[in-house]
């Protein structure tokens, strides 16, 4: 068609006939592509489901530390040990944004999560 069409000018027959085939092209690429891409967001999803347990392992074992230091506190008042919590606060901050990343890409299965955040953020302990 596109030889033809730099030799001669197409008649309205032919010039349809092209535009179908383009559109059916076109569709049909789309359509392949959306299933592919289907095909591999299932895929990220798991992965993403992977990395996300490792960040709250990760937020767990900050909320652990952190814990400790209060019950070295006990009561005390240490500037070091109150440096060292604001310092944690600040990794707990950013394992806090990492884990709201992936909630945009794992829009199911975070109301366990939620709770756990809750019950490990410093002022949400009781």
Sequence with gaps: M???AAIRPLSAL????????????GLGGGLFGSYRFGQKSAANRL???SALRSVL?????????Y?????LKAGKSDERLDLLQLQIEDQ????????????DVITDGF????????QLEP???S
């Excluded at 392992?57 to 530390?65: D, F, H, K, S």
């Excluded at 707990?92 to 909630?103: G, L, T, Y």
């Design 2 to 4: 596109v030889i033809i």
């Design 14 to 25: 032919e010039a349809t006939l092209f535009q179908v085939i383009a559109l059916g092209a």
């Design 47 to 49: 992965y993403a489901r």
């Design 57 to 65: 392992v990760l937020y767990n074992g900050i909320a652990r530390l």
């Design 67 to 71: 814990q400790s230091i209060e019950i």
């Design 92 to 103: 707990m901050e950013v394992a806090n944004a990492a884990i709201n990343d992936w909630r």
């Design 111 to 118: 109301e366990d999560v939620d709770d756990m955040l809750e």
């Design 123 to 125: 002022g949400g302990r």
